[in-house]
């Protein structure tokens, strides 16, 4: 299992108001995530703590299950897990919007149940990038998702955060899939 961190992360590019510029690809289109429909199990690397120089991570296994809506725009999927004994339950949606040709992706979960801000981004050449701007432990930070889908059998998604403006970056989470069904 590589943590696909050899793949490059484009650079950030902001506006003059500080917001986050953010260009489709030429290919991207409503069909980027075709390949995750169905269910999935996968095999998680999580980062006890984020943005502290810890290198400590739990490892676990979960499952997810994907179905298009909105005639193929979006998708919605169902992640199950289990942390400390405790049942465990995510959700995100995607939406391809067809004028700008970015996706937009929301994740709530059981914990929190509220939609995150959604990080937006395109693929090119089978890997997928989208970026948003959060805060952690009250201080601003940028958040990237990366969808590694050169293999479509087993993609890698992987979530990576940043408290420099995008100049360095800490991977946190690593998601292995594979094909159920």
Request: aromatic share 16%; glycine share 6%.
């Amino acid at each position: 299992m590589s943590n696909n961190d050899h793949l490059e992360i484009p650079k950030v590019n902001f506006d003059t108001n500080g917001n986050l510029v953010i260009v489709p690809s030429a290919t991207s289109s409503k069909h980027d995530f075709d390949f995750f429909a169905g269910k999935w199990k996968l095999h998680n690397k999580k980062l006890k703590s984020r943005l502290n120089h810890c290198a400590d991570w739990i490892e676990f296994e979960s499952t997810q299950e994907m179905y298009k809506v909105l005639n193929g725009i979006g998708n919605i999927d169902n992640f199950l897990a289990e942390f400390n004994g405790q049942p465990f339950e995510g959700m995100t949606v995607r939406l391809f919007n067809p004028k700008t040709k970015l996706w937009s992706i929301y994740w709530a979960d059981s914990n929190e149940g509220k939609l995150d801000p959604p990080v937006v981004g395109s693929f090119e050449n089978n890997v997928g990038h989208f970026f948003t701007k959060d805060t952690f432990n009250d201080k601003p930070i940028l958040v990237v998702f990366r969808w590694d889908t050169r293999d479509k059998n087993n993609p890698v998604w992987s979530q990576a955060s940043s408290s420099d403006n995008g100049k360095t970056w800490e991977w946190n989470w690593y998601m292995y899939f594979t094909k159920i069904k």
